[in-house]
């Protein structure tokens, strides 16, 4: 039986059995989110339900490794913002657009992708942003590094505990490396 450990802010970043669930509780570096209904550790004296998701309760800095290309990546790198318009944007309400379309010629790479809101993003359509009479507000670059952020490796599969959905739904599709 697993254990989703989420970040101090709700994000997941691992799975465990749930002995070392136990363990970091006792240790108090998590707190229990959700517990299994149906199951329990018991000893001779105590009865505890067995931990379904845990958080950390403090702040850990994680190694940075070499920089994936991925959408969440691309989402960091350009602020959270459209580089069309300069507006905010939600992860799922952010796409990704390729400044020289595909279709021209454009490959999916660093320099080539940008966060775009729909609007921005429906507006360019099939063309480069001179033809669509847009500006782009930087020029799209690979980073040397990110804003510390959790790198996730798996999303919502049947048969997890139904209580991980909600924490694993999106992790999929931000996470997996894109084409370079």
């Not at 039986?1 to 101090?8: C, N, R």
């Not at 329990?40 to 009865?47: A, G, N, Q, Y």
């Not at 459209?82 to 952010?94: I, L, M, N, T």
């Not at 001179?130 to 799209?140: C, D, E, Q, S």
Request: charged share 30%; with cysteine; proline share 6%.
């Amino acid at each position: 039986m697993e254990t989703l450990v989420l970040s101090q802010a709700y994000e997941p970043v691992a799975r465990v059995a749930w002995q070392r669930a136990m363990m970091l509780i006792w240790q108090g570096k998590v707190e229990v989110v959700e517990e299994y209904e149906d199951r329990f550790v018991r000893s001779v004296t105590l009865e505890i339900k067995m931990p379904s998701i845990i958080r950390f309760m403090s702040y850990f800095r994680q190694r940075q490794r070499g920089i994936k290309f991925s959408r969440d990546n691309v989402y960091m790198r350009d602020g959270c913002k459209c580089q069309y318009c300069g507006k905010k944007v939600s992860r799922p309400e952010a796409t990704y657009d390729h400044v020289i379309p595909r279709a021209q010629g454009g490959k999916t790479t660093w320099e080539n992708v940008v966060i775009a809101c729909v609007p921005c993003n429906q507006k360019k359509g099939n063309r480069t942003p001179a033809k669509a009479g847009m500006l782009l507000r930087i020029t799209p670059v690979k980073p040397k590094r990110l804003p510390e952020s959790l790198h996730f490796t798996f999303g919502y599969e049947k048969g997890m505990p139904i209580s991980w959905r909600k924490f694993l739904r999106d992790v999929a599709y931000w996470h997996t490396e894109l084409e370079e």
